[in-house]
T-cell receptor
Framework: NAGVTQTPKFQVLKTGQSMTLQCAQDMNHEYMSWYRQDPGMGLRLIHYSVGAGITDQGEVPNGYNVSRSTTEDFPLRLLSAAPSQTSVYFC????????????????FGSGTQLSVL | GIQVEQSPPDLILQEGANSTLRCNFSDSVNNLQWFHQNPWGQLINLFYIPSGTKQNGRLSATTVATERYSLLYISSSQTTDSGVYFCAVERGNQGGKLIFGQGTELSVKP
């Protein structure tokens, strides 16, 4: 299993540009989520999904859109990038009814470092 | 919303020393996990421990849910233990909607 795969690893945008961060998991997980990590702030939840077709907002959803058309994929869209969105973004997934041992454990991708100029 | 506080914020150890990291949370939870973020930024799940005690090699964790805290013990620390340790909690079955503490930054010196 590849686990949780995020692309790209690095991205530089200009203010006002849009882009999509990709996230895919191959662990048959029901739950997927996006976090951002800023210095001294820990990780904050942007959006999450409990299954295909179902998404909801986290702590800091403004400026971001998500959709979940398949169980495996959960892309994060920045609609009009702003310098305040400069951060490291992590995708995560959890909960497979087929995995009784690690059922609730949250697994993270390797992150995307985004700079908005 | 639920508050998660970790202490200490920073910790410097000599290789071979033991340490205890603490996580306090402000409300009852049914999901608590510990993570290690290594110096390259990778987040590794250490424990899923909403209550009780678990051990994995030199690491162990204890959660006392009724008193709203969890402890992570690191014994015989190694330089590879360096990084940031995060505690994260979820109040109900909300779909992996974990709330993270600010982390404890650990530096182990050779």
């Amino acid at each position: 299993n590849a686990g949780v795969t995020q692309t790209p690893k690095f991205q530089v945008l200009k203010t006002g540009q849009s882009m999509t961060l990709q996230c895919a998991q191959d662990m048959n997980h029901e739950y997927m989520s996006w976090y951002r990590q800023d210095p001294g702030m820990g990780l904050r939840l942007i959006h999450y999904s409990v299954g295909a077709g179902i998404t909801d907002q986290g702590e800091v959803p403004n400026g971001y859109n998500v959709s979940r058309s398949t169980t495996e994929d959960f892309p994060l869209r920045l609609l009009s990038a702003a310098p305040s969105q400069t951060s490291v973004y992590f995708c995560a997934s959890s909960y497979s009814i087929l995995d009784r041992v690690n059922n609730e454990k949250l697994f993270f991708g390797s992150g995307t470092q985004l700079s908005v100029l | 919303g639920i508050q998660v506080e970790q202490s200490p914020p920073d910790l410097i150890l000599q290789e071979g020393a033991n340490s205890t990291l603490r996580c306090n949370f402000s409300d009852s939870v049914n999901n608590l996990q510990w993570f290690h973020q290594n110096p390259w930024g990778q987040l590794i799940n250490l424990f899923y421990i909403p209550s009780g005690t678990k051990q994995n090699g030199r690491l162990s964790a204890t959660t006392v849910a009724t008193e709203r805290y969890s402890l992570l013990y690191i014994s015989s620390s190694q330089t590879t233990d360096s990084g940031v340790y995060f505690c994260a909690v979820e109040r109900g079955n909300q779909g992996g909607k974990l709330i993270f503490g600010q982390g404890t930054e650990l530096s182990v010196k050779p």
